[in-house]
């Protein structure tokens, strides 16, 4: 049988946080989907409601990742962001 904190140790913070970004990204697309089907609207309001605390959480892991230079964002470029607006908000 494996020892767990075996297990932990060969794992980098850098590779737990990015465990961790990608659940968070299941969890949050998952509530989404619930919420946007419920017929019952007090369970869409809990819904929501936890889908809200799943965005919270995975901002917080990709902050921290972006703070430790883990997951780099390329800006975008300004003429595109234009294009954009102007396309499809006339």
Not at 12 to 23: A, M, V, W
Not at 29 to 43: D, I, R
Not at 54 to 70: T, V
Request: hydrophobic residues 30%; negative net charge; aromatic residues 6%.
């Amino acid at each position: 049988m494996s020892d767990p904190n075996r297990c932990a140790q060969l794992m980098t913070e850098k590779e737990i946080l990015q465990d961790c970004l990608g659940s968070q990204k299941l969890a949050s697309a998952t509530y989404n989907t619930f919420a946007g089907e419920c017929v019952n609207e007090q369970l869409r309001t809990t819904m929501l409601n936890i889908l809200d605390e799943e965005h919270k959480l995975q901002a917080d892991i990709f902050n921290c990742m972006q703070s430790n230079g883990w997951y780099q964002v390329e800006p975008a470029d300004q003429q595109k962001v234009q294009q954009a607006k102007q396309k499809y908000c006339g």
